[in-house]
C-alpha cells in the first residue's frame, strides 16, 4: 500500500510541476503583470553570452537597476551603446533574479549624452 501511494504522490507532484512550468503566465512575459513604468531613464545596453544565444540588458545606474530587455529591437543590440529608454518592469520569478529585471521596452533611442564608465 505504501508503495503504490508513494507512486501515486510522485506521478501527480510530476503532473502539477510540469503544467505549471509549461502554462503559467510567468514564461511569456508580455503576459505578466507590469510592476513599475520607467520614462525617459539613460541606460547602457550590455551583451551576455554570444550569438544566437546572447541577452541584451539595459543597465541604468541612476536607477540602480539591471534589466533584462526580452523585446529590444535589433538596431539597439550593440554591447556598450548608449541609450534613452522607456517601458515596464514585468513580474518575475526567484530563479530570474540573478539575470536582472523582465523588462519591456516601450520606447527606445541613441543617447550620446550618458557617462562612458562601465
Known amino acids: 500500500m505504501q508503495k503504490i501511494m508513494g507512486t501515486l504522490l510522485m506521478v501527480t507532484t510530476g503532473f502539477f510541476l510540469n ?3 509549461v502554462n ?4 511569456t512575459p508580455a503576459a505578466r503583470d507590469t510592476v513599475e513604468v520607467i520614462s525617459s531613464a539613460t541606460g547602457i545596453v550590455r551583451e551576455i553570452g554570444e550569438g544566437e544565444t546572447a541577452v541584451y540588458m539595459i ?5 540602480h537597476l539591471r534589466l533584462n530587455v526580452y ?3 535589433g538596431e539597439f543590440k550593440k554591447n ?3 541609450v534613452k529608454f522607456s517601458g515596464n518592469i514585468k513580474a518575475g520569478s526567484t530563479l530570474e533574479d540573478d539575470f536582472g529585471e523582465c523588462f519591456e521596452i516601450t520606447a527606445v533611442e541613441h543617447s550620446a549624452d550618458i557617462a562612458t564608465n562601465p
Open 24 to 27: 503559467d503566465d510567468i514564461t
Open 71 to 73: 523585446n529590444m529591437p
Open 59 to 63: 543597465d541604468c545606474r541612476a536607477k
Open 19 to 21: 503544467s505549471s512550468l
Open 80 to 82: 556598450g551603446m548608449q
